[in-house]
């Protein structure tokens, strides 16, 4: 971090601001200019609070050197994190599929779509049982009766699976999940995050609704502080002033977090566009961009879903757009 400050600052102030900084272990390595004066402070500055530094009368302004994530940071890992989800993996060379209903309504849709999703190509099945849902008098999902039935899906079609968790007391039911969601709207709860760093269960980041890419990443370690390094991020569309789809899709977040951090990112594009035909052109250009995967909801009746049936792909269409895929991935190796 790097403190520049004001001219003609008053040398008592400085000597405070030398002594607090000292005490946050931080060395101090000035620069006396004539017309500046520098501070570098060198060691472990992810605790300091670089506001609290640039409120000083006496400070011009701060700027990290560094990010203030550690154990997401390509820097301190530069190899690329492969995190297992019962027999698959993602971030490896496989592209990740996952797919399913927004949300498991009963038994018979939920094993007609993972039976579709699998033979299409799918490779870990989505359902959602705890749903955030916007009205609290929408359908707010089947809970642990949705989880019983996801685990009924993967016994009969062998496919790992991801559901949503949303308050840390029903973490019990989720103890066969294979990789557990923490959703757009929680990505920023931090007491959820820490709780899930002491679990060994992968967890799928989304990213905030109007989340920047640091702020998703200090999520992540939030997680990871706690001892779970199994995270893979999920960007699902931000907020925009563009009304034409339901979210925006950040494609550029791909290329961007490759380059920040080791850890795996796929896209999502069914909640991005909340418009099932605009989901396959996106699922392509994520293979394209060099995405760990995908993230698509299908449903045997969209018209019927009781979830997110605009932006759901028939069982069929989930088919036509995993052959382009799988040909775009094809490509890419
Ligand atoms: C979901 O995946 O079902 C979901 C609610 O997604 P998001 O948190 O991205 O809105
Ligand atoms: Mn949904």
């Not at 992810?46 to 011009?60: G, K």
């Not at 293979?287 to 792909?313: F, R, W, Y």
């Amino acid at each position: 971090m790097i403190v520049i400050l004001k001219q003609n600052h008053d040398p008592k102030q400085l000597d405070e601001l030398r002594a607090w900084l000292e005490e946050q272990n931080v060395a101090i390595q000035a620069n006396y200019g004539v017309h500046s004066t520098v501070l570098g402070l060198i060691g472990d500055t992810a605790a300091i609070d670089s506001d609290l530094i640039e409120a000083l009368d006496i400070v011009e302004t701060v700027k990290r050197v560094s990010e203030p994530y550690k154990k997401a940071n390509r820097k301190f890992h530069p190899e690329n994190s492969v995190i297992p989800v019962g027999v698959t993996t993602v971030g490896g060379l496989d592209f990740a599929v996952m797919a399913g209903p927004c949300s498991v309504e009963n038994r018979e849709q939920l094993c007609e779509v993972a039976h579709a999703v699998k033979a299409g190509g799918a490779t870990i099945l989505r359902g959602g049982a705890f749903k955030p849902r916007t009205s609290p008098y929408a359908f707010q999902g089947m809970r642990e009766s949705g989880i019983d039935l996801l685990l009924e899906a993967k016994k009969q079609t062998g496919l790992p699976i991801v559901t949503e968790i949303m308050d840390i007391s029903h973490l019990d039911a989720f103890a066969d999940v294979d990789c557990i969601q923490v959703g757009a709207r929680n990505m920023q709860n931090f007491e959820l995050l820490k709780e899930l760093g002491h679990c060994n269960t992968p967890i799928l980041l989304k990213r905030g609704l109007s989340s920047t890419i640091q702020e998703w990443l200090m999520s992540a370690e939030y997680i990871m502080a706690g001892g779970n390094e199994n995270v893979i991020l999920c960007e699902r569309g931000i907020r925009t002033f563009e009304t034409a789809t339901r979210n925006t899709l950040d494609l550029s977040a791909v290329p961007v977090i490759k380059e920040l951090s080791h850890l795996p990112i796929i896209i999502d594009p069914s909640h991005a566009t909340g418009i099932s035909r605009y989901v396959k052109p996106l699922a392509i250009a994520a293979a394209a961009i060099g995405a760990d995967g995908i993230m698509t909801e299908v449903h045997n009746n969209p018209a019927k879903a009781m979830c997110d049936g605009p932006q759901s792909l028939t069982p069929a269409q989930f088919a036509e757009m995993m052959r382009e895929i799988q040909a775009i991935v094809a490509v890419r190796r």
